[in-house]
């Protein structure tokens, strides 16, 4: 098994205990995400020191990092339909509200990186922002979603929280650049082929554009390979 805190590395930023994030299966730490797969999730470093220059980030109407209550993202992979989506948010609302935590709604209205060409992919932009845009408004819980073209950032943005970018996107400066423009919140999950060094440049195209408000998710699968 793992154990936390993880040894120190010099390329790395000091982690904190991590996040659960039980929608997508991740975790996150110190401004984690938690979703179905497990991964660690830090505030974002700058490229010439390891110290977290946006420690806690500002995300949504949460604080994550140092100090503050555990950020956890939560909820299904993929938007099915409307009343599934907010039976999920509300269930999620219910069961965290007497936790010291704080929520994130995560929903996607398109996963474009599916294997087979068959597969449900979601119910599009239009549709499921209506959906997300209803969860934070009814529920009054913040939002998170990921976007894969820079068409989808404009009007992403307007709708939730925090945009998330997928790992097999995260070497895509047009995307991040446009993410990072909208002043949200930027979720960055590391590519598999990515060295955790190599995501300081990831960084620089969110900072270097204006926006500090940076996290960055590791898989659980590169952390079982430290262990």
Not at 13 to 28: K, W
Request: charged share 20%.
């Amino acid at each position: 098994r793992c154990s936390w805190p993880l040894p120190p590395s010099p390329d790395l930023p000091r982690m904190r205990p991590p996040a659960a994030d039980h929608g997508s299966g991740r975790t996150a730490v110190a401004g984690l995400q938690a979703t179905g797969t497990p991964a660690t999730t830090v505030p974002a470093t700058s490229r010439t020191t390891a110290t977290a220059t946006n420690n806690p980030a500002q995300i949504g109407p949460h604080r994550c990092g140092t100090g503050q209550r555990l950020l956890v993202i939560a909820g299904p992979c993929v938007i099915e339909s409307e009343s599934l989506t907010l039976a999920i948010a509300r269930q999620l609302k219910e069961l965290t509200t007497d936790l010291p935590v704080q929520l994130v709604f995560k929903a996607s209205f398109d996963k474009a990186n599916r294997t087979s060409v068959s597969s449900f992919r979601g119910v599009g932009i239009e549709a499921g922002l209506d959906v997300l845009g209803r969860v934070r408004s009814e529920l009054g819980v913040p939002v998170l979603t990921d976007v894969h073209e820079t068409a989808q950032v404009e009007p992403a943005g307007k709708v939730v929280d925090v945009l998330q970018i997928p790992a097999f996107l995260s070497r895509q400066k047009d995307l991040i650049v446009a993410a990072a423009k909208t002043g949200r919140a930027i979720n960055v999950k590391k590519g598999q082929f990515l060295s955790p060094t190599d995501m300081k440049h990831v960084i620089a195209k969110i900072t270097d554009s204006g926006n500090s408000k940076v996290l960055v998710t590791e898989h659980t699968g590169a952390l079982r390979r430290l262990c």
